[in-house]
């Protein structure tokens, strides 16, 4: 079982890996955007035409393509103050709770982005300047909430194989 857990978290790991490459090409290409604009606007006085529309969606990109691998890498934020007082067991326990609340978080996040890209994408709703459909963002956002829920099963599954084998 265990060498299915790992195989399963080495998949998960060159998704999340995939994900924050592009995350990664997303946020060069909203530097160089930027870098760009400023230029054009104080040397030519012409600016990039939906200069701020693009970015807006790059900084989607680099957020949502990014949560994946930061979670893999266990890069966010945790606040262990008082966990870390518990007995083991019950420390194993709150673990457990809160990969199953994340994956719970995620799950619904895929479900409600995904119903949004939809009424989106029926609608035809564009952004102002340079008409770029919204839905593609919201779908990439459901996809990527998919990725993170993968992950957090992976890192749950991992804890709960991890704590029988002790």
Request: glycine share 8%.
């Amino acid at each position: 079982m265990s060498s299915k857990i790992s195989k399963f978290e080495k998949a998960i790991y060159a998704l999340s890996n995939c994900l924050n490459w592009i995350a990664g090409a997303a946020l060069a290409t909203m530097l160089g955007l930027i870098v760009i604009d400023i230029v054009a606007s104080g040397v030519f006085s012409w600016p990039i035409p939906g200069g701020i529309e693009i970015v807006g969606f790059l900084g989607v990109v680099v957020i949502a393509f990014s949560i994946a691998h930061t979670q893999f890498l266990h890069g966010h934020i945790e606040v262990e103050f008082l966990s870390t007082h518990f007995p083991k067991k019950i420390r194993k326990i709150n673990d457990g709770v809160i990969y199953f609340l994340g994956m719970v978080l995620f799950a619904m996040l895929t479900w409600k982005s995904y119903e949004f890209g939809r009424v989106l994408q029926t609608s035809g709703e564009v952004s102002m300047t340079q008409e770029i459909p919204f839905y593609p963002f919201v779908y990439s956002i459901a996809f990527c909430s998919i990725a993170v829920f993968l992950v957090l099963l992976a890192q749950g599954l991992k804890a709960i194989i991890n704590d029988a084998k002790k």
